[in-house]
C-alpha cells in the first residue's frame, strides 16, 4: 500500500496579486492575499486599418503589489519574490524620400524593491529588470532612384511589429532578519525615438511610435530558507 504525504513547512508565506490595485493589507507567517483583474493585451490583428498592429486593454505604469511580509527569525530565511506578467511590444517605422531612417524601441521594465531597495538581481545602479524590449529600424536609399518619388514625396515604406509574450524572473532577498518588511513590485514602459531620445510610449500606434502593453500577471511572495547543506544564496 502507499502511503502518500503532504509536508507543509512552518513559517512560509505565500502573497498573490494579479494586477493588482497598489495596497494589501500586512502579512503575517501562514497568510495569503489576493487581488485579482482580468485586464490584459490584445493586438489588432486586421491588417490595413490606420492602428493595424495597435495594442488595446492591458495596463499602463502600474504598481502590481505593493505590501507588508512579516519574516521569521533564523540564519538562511530567504523571500523569493517571482512576477509574472504578460508583455506587449509595439513598433511603428516609415521611412520616405524626406526621411530615408527611421527606428524606435519599446521595453517593459519591472521593478522589485524590499524596505525602498532593490532586489537582486537587480542593483542601485540597475534597478529595474527588462521582461521585454525591441529595437526596430528602417532604412532605405531607393527613393532618389525612383522617378517621382523625391520630387513629390510620394513614396514610401513603413513596416509594422507588434508582439505579446509571457514572462517570470525570480528575485531573490538572502539573509533576511525577523520583522515587518515593506514589499513593492511594479512595471514602467520606457521608448526611445529615432534619435534614441526618451519619448512617451504612444497609445494611439500610428506612424513612427512605439509603444507597450502589460497584462494580465501576478506576483508570488514566498518566504523560505536556505538548505543547510548549501552555502545559500550566490551572488
Known sequence: MQHHWKLVLPGTIVALAMLASPFASAQSSGNFTANITTTQCTINTTGGLPNSGGLSGGSPDHTILDTYIKTSSGSGTTLLIRPSLVTGLFNNTEVTGAMETSANSAAVVVTVT??????????????????????????????????????????????????????????????????????????????????????????????NTAGACAGPGEVTVTQTKAFSQSSGVQF
Open 114 to 207: 524590499l524596505d525602498g531597495k532593490p532586489v537582486l538581481p537587480a542593483t542601485s545602479s540597475t534597478p529595474g529588470i527588462i521582461y521585454d524590449q525591441r529595437f526596430q529600424q528602417l532604412s532605405s536609399n531607393v527613393f532618389d532612384s525612383i522617378a517621382g518619388c523625391s520630387m513629390n514625396n510620394t513614396c514610401s515604406i513603413d513596416l509594422i511589429d507588434s508582439t505579446l509574450a509571457a514572462h517570470s524572473f525570480d528575485f531573490v532577498a538572502p539573509n533576511m532578519s525577523a520583522g515587518l518588511h515593506h514589499v513593492q513590485v511594479s512595471w514602467a514602459f520606457k521608448c526611445t525615438d529615432s534619435m534614441g531620445n526618451d519619448t512617451p510610449c504612444t497609445t494611439a500606434y500610428t506612424t
